[in-house]
């Protein structure tokens, strides 16, 4: 099993509709979370963090589940922009802690058509 | 925008030749790691310099180095290019200290895209 996986999709998806995402981790013992977005051959940005007890950014959610390991990404009121990549992004604990232990799914592509 | 900024954005170079990519990180940030990312796949991680020494590194092999200066700037330095070396190379600058749960937020720059024919 791949340490973190995703559905590479893409996902087509009409303008205000809610579309949500998964993305599993195999390492039980993975501390830290975060959903980037990265928008076409550009640099990932981090979109959001994603805590125990799943927190909320505007029209984003983000949710772990720690029995399944799997996080989700939940995306309301779709807006053009919203087309991009979003790459799971787990510490998997090469160093218990810090950069050196971040592994990037490979992304799900997310397309919002008019 | 991150403040990180990387060079060249492209580059052209053939099987066998030495490249040289270079990054400025954001000042303060004493972190710098280096990614992979291959088309259609996520970055995957090169290697990590912590106040100029490597603080860790991936699955890649010794042809890939790499040097962190005090002033922020870093550089990837890949031997004996591969045609599968191909690839947007990414850095990302990060607080904090390994470890540190601020070390884990990523600032990238826009990458430098090698071509490798």
């Known amino acids: 099993r791949k340490e973190v996986e995703q559905d590479p999709g893409p996902f087509n998806v009409p303008e205000g509709a809610t579309v949500a995402f998964n993305c599993t981790y195999s390492n039980s013992a993975s501390q830290s979370f975060f959903w980037y977005r990265q928008d076409c051959r550009k640099e990932p940005k981090l979109l959001m963090s994603v805590y125990s007890s799943g927190n909320e950014d505007g029209r984003f959610t983000a949710q772990l589940n720690r029995a399944s390991q799997y996080i989700s990404l939940l995306i309301r009121d779709s807006k053009l922009s919203d087309s991009a990549t979003y790459l799971c992004?787990?510490?998997?604990?090469?160093?218990?802690?810090?950069?050196?232990?971040?592994?990037f799914g490979k992304g799900t592509h997310l397309i919002i058509q008019p | 925008e991150t403040g990180v900024t990387q060079s060249p954005t492209h580059l052209i170079k053939t099987r066998g030749q030495q490249v040289t990519l270079r990054c400025s990180s954001q000042?303060?940030?004493?972190?710098v790691s280096w990614y992979q990312q291959a088309l259609g796949q996520g970055p995957q991680f090169i290697f990590q310099?912590?106040?100029?020494?490597?603080?860790g590194r991936g699955n890649f092999p010794p042809r890939f180095s790499g040097l962190q200066f005090p002033n922020y700037s870093s550089e990837l330095n890949v031997n004996a290019l591969e045609l599968d070396d191909s690839a947007l190379y990414l850095c990302?600058?990060?607080?904090?200290?390994?470890?540190?749960?601020?070390?884990?937020?990523?600032?990238f720059g826009s990458g430098t895209q090698l071509s490798v024919l």
């Open positions: 992004v787990v510490n998997t604990g090469r160093s218990g802690g810090g950069a050196d232990g971040l592994t």
């Open positions: 990302a600058s990060s607080l904090g200290t390994p470890g540190d749960a601020t070390n884990e937020k990523l600032f």
């Open positions: 000042s303060g940030h004493n972190t």
């Open positions: 310099y912590y106040r100029e020494e490597e603080n």
